[in-house]
Each structure stands twice: as C-alpha cells, then as structure tokens.
C-alpha cells in the first residue's frame, strides 16, 4: 500500500472512479453533467474517463516507491 496526500492507495486506478481522490457525490451540484470532483486538482471529471496524463505520471512515480511509502503532493499557485 501506498499512501498519497494521506490517502490510501492499493492499486493504480483504472478510471477517475476508482480513485480515492474521486467525490462522485458532487455530481448533484450540477445535474444532468454526469460529473464528479477531483479533490487533488480541483477538477470536474466524468468518472468513466482513465486517469489524466498528470495523474498516470503520478501513480507510477508512487508506485515505484517503496511499500508503505507516504508522497506528499504540493502544487504551485501561480496568483
């Protein structure tokens, strides 16, 4: 197990739906989008979609990290 901004991580996720920082329960802050947040960047995704390219560059960085191993994730505010 990896763990990622305090989220526990077993396996690559296949799909924004199976990721822990997928929140599938936003989608009613806008009906009929079909859409859930991403709550590490933020985002609205469709949960079938696969991972974005930024979050595949991610679980494989975590993945090649020892077991049990905790990657915090900062990202810079440009404002």
Not at 7 to 35: A, R
Not at 50 to 65: D, T
Request: contains cysteine; proline residues 9%.
């Amino acid at each position: 197990m990896i763990t990622i901004n305090g989220k526990p991580f077993y396996d690559k996720p296949s799909s924004c739906y199976s990721c822990p920082f997928f929140n599938s329960g936003s989608t009613h802050l806008q009906p009929n989008t079909g859409k859930g947040l991403c709550m590490l960047f933020d985002e609205e995704h469709h949960s079938y979609i696969n991972p974005p390219r930024r979050c595949q560059k991610l679980f494989n960085k975590a993945f090649k990290m020892p077991e049990g191993s905790n990657l915090v994730i900062v990202y810079k505010d440009n404002e």
